[in-house]
Every structure is written in structure tokens, then in C-alpha cells.
């Protein structure tokens, strides 16, 4: 009565990909960007994501964490992160050098519709680390011009020093076919040439805003949803072309350890973009 | 479906000539009085005078922790050391209703090979039952079974009607073809249909699953919670002993004397403080209000809206457990019909007893 162990050769969801930091800088003090390469050349090119998706990274020894992909999926090889040092797997992700191998696995969740939004006015707003995912739909938009209207981005931040993307939303302002307005809570510099006060303020620059045809995108500390999604309700934007992305405790990123469940749906399989109504609806969702 | 009789003096031998190369799980009795699922080395230590056990038998597909891989910085290597051949003997319908919602979950979206693994290499062998005060499988329409198992034990007074679920289930009786009789009498029949009749009336509570998924959405922010939480010491049994409970956790620790990590996945509970808890502290469920929500959620209105059934297959195992008194039947009757402070009342009563 002693049972035998099998062999096993079915595809394992689980399984981290190698893959290797090719850059790697600091954003702000405590946010790092990394440029990643998935080490075997094929797979790094057919890796297939949307905007507003994630991937697991994982650090041998001390565990695995999801992140939202930061580069675009039209410019593909590469993937962008943006990393704040907050826990045991991002510390060790922070002490990793340029050529250090990291696991990959995803993407998972479900992105931003961007089928759905062409043609349409693109608003954006992001409040420091939501500049994370942001970034990839930004750029996307921006590469892919012609498929939508307007595009518009309200950047906040709390001080000029923890604005992540400063200097490359700063070249992006040169730019005749954005429309990008920045500012900080406080300025503590007393040299920040733009605006000052909360991202709200932004509001009244953005100008004949045509809410029916507008999907806003928005993501940021939990704080500022209130607030802004205030400002596009009283615009007139409808619910459901409102689009957050949220956060939660995604453990594995297929829908098995649970720890992202709201309601009855698990936010790395039907997450983590949202639309307002879906807020409204699932009410544990802000 | 295939049904034969066996003598229930055939019942070892039979057991015994099919779980050669295989693991053989069967409810034993603990010294305490409590029933278990065990390995069995012999065959007295089954005891089939069982209700429940106190844990459930996902425990034998992904056990309580188990390493998932071993892992250097160059290469992932999957372990699968817990999938062997075993067969589970003895299982009572409301957990092989636990199993079908079990293979459901983990082939849905993604597939979880870890479970699937084992799963396959599992046979499953049920066993009747009869209830009592804390079964609630009539409520929840899983005190009949007719899939999901290889082979289903009968008990009537002498003999097992043994019910063949299954190809595999057939091939193991052809293994002893002598012991099983295709002469299937009126009289046993009759025996059988007074069985399941007295059976029938043996139950002696019940709730109306079918309006919880209404009433977890109208009272979802009824005070009930509230006081639900104030009791609740957050202890995270009532996951653990539950048959269709599926979080887990993921443990990456290095071994520096094999120069290589392992990465077990434990069983979790989101009734436990930090389940909902992200990197720089913002915890979504910090009250332990919430933290019930979501469970009562996932048993009693998301399954249903999802798979048609609830996820509670009512085996009585939280009712046994919480040691204050917070389980599948005290929630749905308070959501149903009971009064926030008659539900205080009762808990002050009960638990200071």
C-alpha cells in the first residue's frame, strides 16, 4: 500500500520564465525602473500583453509579486516597471543589478479596452505611482496617434522630487498632439515651473471637453478617487467610461490563492482595470 | 448505472486487492473521539461509524503545505512529490459534492496542475451516511450523489449496494469478480427506498440557500455584520476545516545547504488578519467584519450566481468548529429571518453558557 509518485508533464501556470534586468535607475527615492528581457529570445518577442495589465516578478528566496507593466505593447522585447520599495520581494528586487535574473510570468488581469476607446477624447490622470500603469496606455495612445481624438494628461504628484516620468512627461509636453498638464501638492523646490495644488486643480485647463465621446482613464493612491472621479461625474463622463485600475493582494495571478477576491470576482482575472459603474456595483471596490 | 452486491464481510479483502501500489485513505477514529482521514497500514484502524471528519479530504489532494518547486537562480524545477496513487475510501456524499465544486474551481480560467495532478491519480470511493444535528446536505441538495465518484458503497443490513460511477470504478471490481452479486433482489430494493426514506426524516434542521444570494446583497450592510465581526476571534478554522475552502499562501524559503530555494504553497484563510493585506500595509479587510463578508460571499451568493449551487455543501464542519459559534447556519438564519439583537441575545446566551 505505498503510493507511487508520477511523472508530471502538464503545462505548469506557475512557472517563472527567466528573465533578465537589462536597465535599471531610480525614478524617485524610493520607485526604481527596471527594463526587463525575458532571456530566451523568442519568448521575450512573443510575449503578448494589453495596457493595464500585470505580470508576477519573482526573486529567488524571497518570493513573488505582481506589477503593473509600464512600456507599451507596441514597442515590444522589452518590458518597464516601476518599483516602490515596500516589502520583502520589492527590497531584494532593489538590490538587484543591471544582468541579474529576475522570474517573469503573465501577463495577467484584464487591461484597458483599447479597441473600445478609439476614436474618442483620451483623458488621463495619474497620481504618483499610477503613473505605473498609466505610462503603458499613454504611450500607447500616443504611439498609435491617429486611431484616437484628443489626449489628455493630468500628472500629479507631491513634490517635484517624487514625480515619477518628470524629465520624459516634460519632453512629452513639447509634444502639439498632447495635451499635458503637471502639477505638484507642494513645492518644495520653489522652482517647479507648473502648477501647484492638488491634481484636481488641473481640471479647469482642460478645456471643451466633449464628455459623452471622453473615456477617462485614472489611477493613483486610493485617496485621490474620490476626488477626481467627483470631477468627472460633475463633467458629465458616463460611468462606465470611466476606467480605474486598483489594487489588491495578487498571490498568484490565475484565479486559485484567493487573496485578491472582491465580491464574487477575483481582480486578477476580471481586474484590475474597472470601470466607475463596476465600482459602484461591487461595493467593496473602493 | 452498473449496481452489485457485496457481502460486507468482502469488504477488506476487496480493499485490499485493489490498493496494491496505491495509497489507501479511510476515516479512522482518533483517541479523542474525532474522525480523521488516514493512511491506512491496517485494516482495523478503519472505523465507518463516522460523520464527519474534522478535516476535510482536500487535505489528501493539496495537503495543508507542500513545496511547489525547487528552485536555483538558473532553473525552476516543479515538484510534484505529492501526486502518488492513492484512493480515498469511505467519503460521504456532501464531500464528494465538495470534490465536483473542487474540480470545477481548479480547471476554471487557468488550469492548477497541482491539483488536477492529483486529483487524477486519485479513486474515489464513497460510503452512506446518516445525519445528524449539524448536517445540512438536504438544504444544500448534496445528500444524494450520482457523479464524481469510482465506486459508492450502499450500506443496507448485510451487504453494500455498490454503485459503479465510473470505468476505472468497473475495472476495480472485475479485479475480484466472485465478491460481487448482479442479483439484485425486490427485497433489497425495498430495503434500500426505506433506507433512504428514513434517512429523509432523520434531518432535523435546514436553511433556504436558494434566497441567499438576495439576502447577502440586501443586507449587506445590515448591523448583523457588524456584531458577526465583534464575535469573531478571527482564527481562521472555519476555513480549514471547510471542503470547498481553496486559498492558500506561497512561502519562498532558501536553503543555503542545497544552494537552492523552495516554494511551498500553504492553506490560507480570509477570515486571518493579513489575508487582505498589500505591500506598505494597506489592508483592504483590515475589519474582521469584512473578512466575514467575504467568506459568507463565497459560500453562500458567488457560487450561485457563478455555478448555480452554493459552495456550501453543508457537512456541518464549521458548526462543529467555531468555538463561538459563527457557521454556515447560525449566518443564513440570521440573514434570514432572525433580528441583529435576538441573534446578540442567543450568541450571549450560548456562548457564555
Given at each position: ?159 517635484p522630487s517624487e514625480m515619477i516620468f518628470r524629465e520624459e512627461f516634460f519632453a512629452l509636453k513639447e509634444r502639439d498632439d498632447l495635451e499635458c498638464y ?65 489594487e489588491r493582494r495578487m498571490k498568484c495571478g490565475v484565479g486559485k490563492c484567493g487573496h485578491c477576491a472582491i465580491d464574487y470576482i477575483y481582480t486578477c ?18 | ?101 473542487m474540480d470545477q474551481f481548479y480547471k476554471h480560467h487557468y488550469n492548477d496542475p497541482y491539483y488536477i495532478e492529483a486529483r487524477n491519480n486519485t479513486l ?230
Amino acid at each position: 500500500m505505498n503510493g507511487e509518485t508520477k511523472n508530471i508533464i502538464q503545462e505548469n501556470p506557475f512557472m517563472p520564465e527567466p528573465a533578465r534586468i537589462v536597465r535599471t535607475y531610480h525614478l524617485t527615492d524610493d520607485v526604481k525602473f527596471f527594463q526587463v528581457r525575458i532571456t530566451d529570445m523568442d519568448k521575450a518577442l512573443s510575449f503578448k500583453y494589453d495596457t493595464g495589465q500585470f505580470a508576477m516578478i519573482s526573486v529567488l528566496g524571497a518570493g513573488e509579486a505582481p506589477f503593473s507593466i509600464s512600456s507599451t505593447p507596441s514597442r515590444p522585447g522589452l518590458l518597464e516597471f516601476c518599483i516602490r520599495k515596500t516589502g520583502i520581494v520589492t527590497d531584494s528586487i532593489f538590490r538587484l543589478k543591471e544582468n541579474s535574473l529576475i522570474g517573469l510570468r503573465g501577463p495577467y488581469g484584464k487591461g484597458f479596452p483599447t479597441e473600445k476607446m478609439e476614436g474618442k477624447d483620451i483623458i488621463i490622470i495619474m497620481g504618483g505611482l499610477g503613473a505605473a500603469p498609466l505610462r503603458s496606455v499613454l504611450l500607447y495612445c500616443l504611439d498609435n496617434r491617429n486611431l484616437f481624438n484628443r489626449v489628455i494628461l493630468l500628472h500629479g504628484a507631491k513634490r517635484p522630487s517624487e514625480m515619477i516620468f518628470r524629465e520624459e512627461f516634460f519632453a512629452l509636453k513639447e509634444r502639439d498632439d498632447l495635451e499635458c498638464y503637471m502639477s505638484v501638492d507642494e513645492d518644495d523646490t520653489g522652482q517647479w515651473p507648473e502648477n501647484v495644488g492638488v491634481v484636481t486643480t488641473l481640471f479647469p485647463k482642460v478645456k471643451d471637453l466633449d464628455a459623452e465621446n471622453t473615456v477617462a482613464l485614472v489611477c493613483g493612491p486610493p485617496i485621490m478617487y474620490k476626488f477626481v472621479i467627483n470631477e468627472l461625474i460633475k463633467l458629465d463622463i458616463p460611468k462606465d467610461q470611466i476606467l480605474m485600475t486598483l489594487e489588491r493582494r495578487m498571490k498568484c495571478g490565475v484565479g486559485k490563492c484567493g487573496h485578491c477576491a472582491i465580491d464574487y470576482i477575483y481582480t486578477c482575472l476580471d481586474g484590475p482595470v474597472f470601470t466607475y459603474w463596476d465600482v459602484l456595483h461591487m461595493r467593496e471596490l473602493i | 448505472m452498473r449496481i452489485f452486491k457485496l457481502k460486507k464481510e468482502y469488504l477488506f479483502p476487496f480493499l485490499e486487492s485493489i490498493s496494491e501500489g496505491a495509497d489507501l485513505w479511510a476515516p479512522t477514529k482518533k483517541p479523542e473521539g474525532k474522525h480523521s482521514f488516514q493512511i491506512i497500514k491496517d485494516f482495523s484502524q478503519i472505523d465507518l461509524d463516522y460523520t464527519r471528519t474534522i478535516l476535510p479530504p482536500r487535505k489528501i489532494f493539496l495537503p495543508p503545505s507542500f513545496n511547489m518547486f525547487k528552485a536555483t537562480e538558473k532553473k525552476y524545477e516543479a515538484d510534484f512529490s505529492h501526486v502518488t496513487e492513492k484512493i480515498i475510501f469511505g467519503l460521504h456524499p456532501c464531500d464528494i459534492h465538495a470534490i465536483l465544486i473542487m474540480d470545477q474551481f481548479y480547471k476554471h480560467h487557468y488550469n492548477d496542475p497541482y491539483y488536477i495532478e492529483a486529483r487524477n491519480n486519485t479513486l474515489i470511493l464513497g460510503h452512506s451516511c446518516w445525519p445528524d444535528e449539524h448536517c445540512l446536505c438536504k438544504s444544500a441538495g448534496t445528500d444524494i450523489i450520482e457523479e464524481g465518484y469510482d465506486l459508492f458503497f450502499s450500506e443496507l443490513e448485510k451487504e453494500y449496494l455498490v454503485w459503479i460511477g465510473s470505468s476505472k470504478g468497473d475495472d476495480l471490481i472485475r479485479r475480484k469478480p466472485d465478491f460481487f452479486d448482479e442479483n439484485i433482489t425486490d427485497k433489497d430494493i425495498q430495503k434500500y427506498i426505506e433506507w433512504r426514506e428514513e434517512k429523509d426524516k432523520a434531518f432535523s434542521v435546514s436553511i433556504d440557500f436558494k434566497n441567499m444570494p438576495d439576502l447577502m446583497e440586501l443586507k449587506y450592510q445590515d448591523p448583523l455584520w457588524e456584531k458577526l465581526g465583534q464575535a469573531c476571534l478571527a482564527c481562521g478554522s472555519c476555513s480549514n476545516v471547510c471542503p470547498t475552502c481553496n486559498c492558500y499562501n506561497i512561502n519562498d524559503k532558501p536553503f543555503l545547504t542545497e544552494n537552492a530555494s523552495h516554494i511551498s504553497r500553504c492553506w490560507d484563510a480570509c477570515t486571518l488578519e493579513s489575508y487582505s493585506e498589500v505591500a506598505g500595509g494597506e489592508n483592504f479587510r483590515e475589519a474582521r467584519s469584512l473578512r466575514l463578508k467575504l467568506y459568507y460571499t463565497h459560500k453562500l451568493q458567488a457560487y450561485i450566481s457563478k455555478y448555480g449551487k452554493p459552495a456550501c455543501v453543508g457537512c456541518g464542519r464549521c458548526i462543529e468548529t467555531c468555538p463561538v459559534d459563527i457557521n454556515i447556519k447560525t449566518v443564513a438564519q440570521s440573514l434570514d429571518n432572525e433580528t441583529v439583537d435576538a441573534f446578540w441575545d442567543r450568541f450571549a446566551k450560548e456562548v457564555t453558557k
